[in-house]
Antibody
Framework: EVQLVESGGGLIQPGGSLRLSCAAS????????MTWVRQAPGKGLEWVSV???????YYPDSVKGRFIISRDNSKNTLYLQMNNLRAEDTAVYYC??????????????WGQGILVTVSS | DIQMTQSPSTVSASVGDRVTITCRAS??????LAWYQQKPGKAPKLLIY???SLESGVPSRFSGSGSGTEFTLTISSLQPDDFAAYYC????????FGQGTKVEIK
């Protein structure tokens, strides 16, 4: 059974850093593209990063230069390093699996979500 | 960037009703269009991918259609479990979501 479990969220001051983890089971994180998606309170969904099976990474402009996605194949875990956090980064963060291993696809499995609150 | 716009923002419906949600793209995502259901406090759930392909385990009352820049999610007979928010997503150029449509009890 495929499962994704996020951890590492919490309250952080503006300008601070936080690292989210997403432990995967039931499949190998390096075999699919893996993404992070966030949802601000009461708002819609926003894609924030992807790491392709080949290792390439991409980000939208809203987080480019501040967020870094990575994976540890030995731990079968996905990470999101978030630096220079802003109030507008406050959201529930989900890790999600792309159902494709090649070209971009839809997200077939999601974690339960982890709340990140950026506030002084 | 491809922008996705859903309508309506809210639909009020009764059990048994046919519900249609529309998603318009700022440019064509080809067939790379998905729909998700999200309930409060839960992660989104994939319903449909590639415009009209039903994800495994999703009831057949859900269907997707469309082409070009206009796409539709239809629930043929609304069930109590279907009251939720629905999002379209394009994955032709990275990923962007519509702003969501809430299906509420009339």
């Amino acid at each position: 059974e495929v499962q994704l479990v996020e951890s590492g969220g919490g309250l952080i001051q503006p300008g601070g850093s936080l690292r989210l983890s997403c432990a995967a089971s039931g499949f190998t994180v390096s075999s699919n593209s893996m993404t992070w998606v966030r949802q601000a309170p009461g708002k819609g969904l926003e894609w924030v990063s992807v790491i392709y099976s080949g290792g390439s990474t991409y980000y939208p402009d809203s987080v480019k230069g501040r967020f870094i996605i990575s994976r540890d194949n030995s731990k079968n875990t996905l990470y999101l390093q978030m630096n220079n956090l802003r109030a507008e980064d406050t959201a529930v963060y989900y890790c999600a699996r792309d159902r494709n291993s090649g070209p971009p696809g839809a997200f077939d499995y999601w974690g339960q979500g982890i709340l990140v609150t950026v506030s002084s | 960037d491809i922008q996705m716009t859903q309508s309506p923002s809210t639909v009020s419906a009764s059990v048994g009703d046919r519900v249609t949600i529309t998603c318009r793209a700022s440019q064509s995502p080809s067939t790379w269009l998905a729909w998700y259901q999200q309930k409060p406090g839960k992660a989104p759930k994939l319903l449909i991918y590639k415009v009209s392909s039903l994800e495994s385990g999703v009831p057949s009352r859900f269907s997707g259609s469309g082409s070009g820049t206009e796409f539709t999610l239809t629930i043929s007979s609304l069930q109590p479990d279907d009251f939720a928010a629905y999002y379209c997503q394009q994955y032709y150029s990275y990923w962007t979501f519509g702003q969501g449509t809430k299906v509420e009890i009339k």
